[in-house]
């Protein structure tokens, strides 16, 4: 399941540049109240794991208010890092605007490999799922992940699957080449 964190909340503040510490501090993901998700991607792609993928984690509406039990150990959750901002059009305190494009080039490869590495783990390959999708028509559903694009996703699994064919050719030249040394086995 893909989030975003809708953190930190800038108010009418404009947003920072993606190597701002203020965005990429995972500190704040790191305490039991703020550690709703498996896994955090700050916007340089670093990672902050609170949970490991093999425990039972809920974390959207569906899971809590429609399946509720029976839903532990269906998802795997991972937040991406996105600052919000206020629409001074909307009600006070809202967080309606996310920065366009909404997440980082280094955001889309860590996931590419968070979702790689569970696909492996799990045996098949997964199916990604966005938070606002899967809330979609539940009372306080979630709007997040805001302004994530599908097609820069992809992008970031065919450079995943490019680097690890490279890295497996490579491999196997190796290997070849010491089968024929003599007295390497």
């Given at each position: 399941m893909i989030h975003d964190t809708s953190w930190p909340w800038l108010d009418a503040q404009p947003f920072?540049?993606?190597?701002?510490?203020?965005?990429n501090d995972l500190g704040f993901y790191a305490h039991a109240s703020t550690a709703m998700a498996h896994v955090f991607v700050?916007?340089?792609?670093?990672?902050?794991?609170?949970?490991e993928f093999e425990e039972?984690?809920?974390?959207?509406?569906?899971?809590?208010?429609?399946?509720?039990?029976?839903?532990?150990?269906?998802?795997?959750h991972?937040?991406?890092?996105?600052?919000?901002?206020?629409?001074?059009?909307?009600p006070a305190g809202n967080d309606a605007?996310?920065?366009?494009?909404?997440?980082t080039t280094a955001q889309y490869d860590t996931l590419a490999l968070l979702y790689m590495a569970a696909s492996v783990r799990a045996g098949f390959g997964l199916v990604p799922g966005l938070h606002a999708a899967i809330d979609d028509?539940?009372?306080?559903?979630?709007?997040?992940?805001?302004?994530?694009?599908?097609?820069?996703f992809a992008a970031a699994l065919i450079r995943l699957q490019t680097r690890?064919?490279?890295l497996s050719t490579n491999l196997v030249s190796t290997d070849s080449a010491l089968a024929k040394e003599p007295g390497v086995r």
């Open positions: 920072p540049i993606d190597t701002d510490s203020q965005v700050n916007r340089l792609g670093k990672t902050l794991t609170t949970h039972p984690w809920r974390a959207t509406k569906l899971e809590n208010k429609v399946i509720g039990l029976h839903s532990r150990g269906l998802f795997l991972v937040e991406l890092v996105q600052p919000r901002r206020r629409d001074t059009n909307g605007l996310a920065p366009e494009p909404g997440f028509g539940l009372t306080g559903g979630h709007d997040d992940p805001q302004n994530f694009q599908l097609e820069e690890l064919s490279a």
